[in-house]
């Protein structure tokens, strides 16, 4: 602990009669609720809190002093550790003054992104609108229809519509390019969303999906957006990609009589983009529908509480008591997840590898000079995807141990 935090315990321990300042970008968002937050825009810091926080921030800042804020607490027989509740903000650099005593303000973090200044919120707000709103609505129920209807093929595609050509390395191309075109459109409709609800928040950066760069959007802030606004911002992306759904749908529709390959190319993006609306739902992972639960019931560390909860079991710790209700439930959700992976792993992933070395294996036996050229580079291309996830996640896992390791010491 540094000598001027050891002179402000003191003063605070000492004296009641001393001002409290706080940083001109710290912001109190009520949005009507029993808790608020309240951070700092320059660090993108924020902290939920019980509303009593704000009216004794408000005050203070009113050029009360702790003694009068703390009279005016008892007064209304309300029941504060006032000195505690300064320290606290203190300790997440809130505070910028102690009496006399100032607290220099941590640097602003750096965007490392792209801001896209020329997106201006007027460009994308009527995405977000009410009569667009109507308009999707619309869109997805006719799409939606027409699959209930069988003229577009299985209503959930089967495995081997995932080979839509003849060409194996052609199927793979195809899925490694529209993995990272479909992702970064994902994430370019969080940031159309961000754009369009708060006018300047959000930028884009590179970012990787195992071993593919896509685009990724990084909302710094988001507390300062009211919460209703919040959830379309976490479900933007996974709307867009039913949109793109809805139209590959009306495609399958069109083709389906004859049944040609711009039919069968339609149904495997069908495939890959209900694949990836599925992926949302591996709730032991940070998803779009991750924030959206846990902004919902207002609970910011559910996933590490759930984490935590699972370890205490796994390693027969008591969890009497330890964990409230949300926790259990977010729990079970992670079980859902987990076993939503494992039916997508034994319903595509699995029979479409084992039909992808069947075919090589068949190319290698009776197949033409062509073929097995085409073929070995489809099995390059397939040992040098793994060779990178083996990579980038033993890299990550020695990188997160490094860093644990340099705390601990």
């Given at each position: 602990?540094?000598?001027?935090?050891?002179?402000?315990?003191?003063?605070?321990?000492?004296?009641?009669?001393i001002s409290c300042q706080f940083f001109?970008?710290?912001?109190?968002?009520?949005?009507?609720?029993?808790?608020?937050?309240?951070?700092?825009?320059?660090?993108?810091?924020?902290?939920?809190?019980?509303?009593?926080?704000?009216?004794?921030?408000?005050?203070?800042?009113?050029?009360?002093?702790?003694?009068?804020?703390?009279?005016?607490?008892?007064?209304?027989?309300?029941?504060?550790?006032?000195?505690?509740?300064?320290?606290?903000?203190?300790?997440?650099?809130?505070?910028?003054?102690?009496?006399?005593?100032?607290?220099?303000?941590?640097?602003?973090?750096?965007?490392?992104?792209?801001?896209?200044?020329?997106?201006?919120?007027?460009?994308?707000?009527?995405?977000?609108?009410?009569?667009?709103?109507?308009?999707y609505f619309i869109f997805v129920s006719?799409?939606?229809?027409?699959?209930?209807?069988?003229?577009?093929?299985?209503?959930?595609?089967?495995?081997?519509?995932?080979?839509?050509?003849?060409?194996?390395?052609?199927?793979?191309?195809?899925?490694?390019?529209?993995?990272?075109?479909?992702?970064?459109?994902?994430?370019?409709?969080?940031?159309?969303?961000?754009?369009a609800i708060s006018g300047g928040l959000?930028?884009?950066?590179?970012?990787?999906?195992?071993?593919?760069?896509?685009?990724?959007?990084?909302?710094?802030?988001?507390?300062?957006?009211?919460?209703?606004?919040?959830?379309?911002?976490?479900?933007?992306?996974?709307?867009?990609?039913?949109?793109?759904?809805?139209?590959?749908?009306?495609?399958?529709?069109?083709?389906?009589?004859?049944?040609?390959?711009?039919?069968?190319?339609?149904?495997?993006?069908?495939?890959?983009?209900?694949?990836?609306?599925?992926?949302?739902?591996?709730?032991?992972?940070?998803?779009?529908?991750?924030?959206?639960?846990?902004?919902?019931?207002?609970?910011?560390?559910?996933?590490?509480?759930?984490?935590?909860?699972?370890?205490?079991?796994?390693?027969?710790?008591?969890?009497?008591?330890?964990?409230?209700?949300?926790?259990?439930?977010?729990?079970?959700?992670?079980?859902?997840?987990?076993?939503?992976?494992?039916?997508?792993?034994?319903?595509?992933?699995?029979?479409?590898?084992?039909?992808?070395?069947?075919?090589?294996?068949?190319?290698?036996?009776?197949?033409?000079?062509?073929?097995?050229?085409?073929?070995?580079?489809?099995?390059?291309?397939?040992?040098?995807?793994?060779?990178?996830?083996?990579?980038?996640?033993?890299?990550?896992?020695?990188?997160?141990?490094?860093?644990?390791?340099?705390?601990?010491?």
């Open positions: 602990m540094s000598n001027a935090n050891e002179n402000i315990i003191s003063l605070l321990d000492n004296e009641e009669d001109e970008d710290l912001v109190i968002f009520d949005e009507g609720e029993d808790e608020i937050y309240i951070g700092r825009t320059l660090i993108n810091r924020f902290i939920l809190v019980p509303k009593i926080a704000g009216y004794i921030i408000n005050e203070l800042r009113n050029g009360k002093t702790l003694s009068e804020v703390k009279t005016d607490l008892n007064s209304k027989d309300i029941e504060v550790d006032l000195e505690d509740f300064i320290l606290s903000l203190l300790s997440i650099n809130f505070v910028k003054k102690v009496g006399e005593h100032v607290i220099p303000s941590e640097e602003q973090e750096k965007k490392n992104g792209i801001t896209f200044e020329f997106v201006k919120q007027k460009h994308v707000k009527w995405i977000f609108s009410i009569p667009a709103a109507i308009a006719i799409a939606l229809f027409l699959l209930l209807s069988g003229k577009t093929g299985s209503i959930i595609p089967s495995y081997d519509e995932a080979f839509w050509h003849s060409s194996l390395l052609v199927v793979v191309l195809s899925l490694i390019v529209l993995d990272i075109v479909f992702n970064s459109f994902h994430e370019l409709f969080h940031f159309f969303s961000t754009r959000g930028f884009m950066s590179l970012g990787r999906r195992l071993t593919h760069l896509v685009f990724q959007t990084k909302i710094e802030n988001i507390w300062v957006i009211p919460r209703k606004k919040r959830y379309i911002i976490y479900l933007s992306g996974m709307l867009f990609d039913i949109f793109l759904i809805c139209i590959f749908t009306y495609i399958a529709f069109f083709q389906f009589e004859t049944q040609g390959l711009l039919y069968h190319f339609s149904r495997f993006v069908i495939l890959l983009l209900l694949i990836g609306l599925v992926f949302e739902f591996r709730f032991y992972m940070k998803t779009d529908l991750y924030y959206l639960i846990s902004d919902y019931l207002k609970y910011p560390t559910l996933f590490e509480e759930s984490y935590d909860l699972f370890k205490s079991l796994i390693k027969s710790r008591s969890t009497k008591g330890k964990y409230p209700k949300k926790v259990w439930i977010y729990g079970t959700f992670m079980v859902l997840g987990s076993i939503i992976d494992i039916l997508i792993t034994f319903n595509y992933i699995i029979p479409v590898v084992v039909s992808v070395f069947t075919n090589i294996k068949s190319s290698f036996e009776s197949g033409t000079t062509g073929e097995i050229i085409s073929n070995v580079l489809t099995i390059t291309l397939i040992i040098v995807e793994t060779a990178l996830v083996i990579y980038f996640f033993v890299r990550d896992k020695y990188s997160k141990q490094e860093k644990s390791f340099s705390v601990s010491n």
